[in-house]
């Protein structure tokens, strides 16, 4: 796989590391100068692409007051940098349908976005349903949405991060959704993927 550079992506990575490049004065260009500023920016690239790299996940007022499910989901690329081969898995860490059937621990592939790219600063808002749809109406469901994305130079795997979600019940009995810390649901998720893979595998 090709990770040529374009003219834009050159120009936002000078724009990126120039101000941390400290001033330096004239010397000559011998190899272990090169080398050394070539493994300084290296290493200020690892430090400073996953900081920069924001995926965010919001969720909206239900377009359907009595149905929370029909949420806009809104993904986006909140930093500087472009969002490569992005995914958005369902990771359903419970779920309660209303007739008291619970569902636990599955995983299934929700989202892609167009080209698998968000743009720095741009979004595609997707419906709740479509990531989460549980069979027989929905009592209760408490649900994690995984971003996997490569950021813009970064060549090093892939980078996730986690948003949960949790139903709760208003006074007038209508449910709604909120958003809560992902707690340990990264970790919960990465050993259910390698208890697949092992099973997979055999």
Do not use: C
């Not at 139903?167 to 990465?190: C, H, I, T």
Request: charged share 25%.
């Amino acid at each position: 796989m090709s990770h040529k550079l374009t003219k834009k992506q050159l120009q936002k990575l000078a724009q990126l590391v120039q101000p941390h490049i400290p001033k330096q004065e004239k010397r000559s260009w011998d190899w272990k100068y090169l080398l050394s500023s070539f493994l300084g920016i290296v290493g200020l690239l690892l430090a400073l692409v996953p900081l920069l790299a924001r995926p965010l996940v919001v969720l909206q007022e239900p377009l359907n007051p009595n149905d929370a499910l029909t949420s806009p989901v809104v993904i986006s690329s909140s930093g500087p940098l472009d969002l490569n081969n992005v995914e958005v898995a369902t990771f359903l860490l419970e779920a309660v349908d209303l007739a008291g059937n619970r569902e636990r621990n599955s995983i299934s592939r929700g989202y892609y976005p167009p080209n698998g790219k968000l743009e720095a600063g741009n979004s595609q808002t997707v419906p709740f349903r479509r990531l989460v749809n549980p069979v027989g109406g929905v009592a209760s469901v408490d649900v994690v949405l995984i971003v996997s994305f490569r950021p813009d130079f970064w060549w090093f795997g892939r980078k996730t991060k986690a948003f949960r979600f949790r139903s709760v019940r208003e006074a007038g009995g209508k449910l709604r959704f909120l958003q809560q810390p992902p707690g340990d649901a990264m970790d919960r998720y990465n050993k259910l993927m390698e208890k697949h893979k092992s099973l997979e595998a055999r």
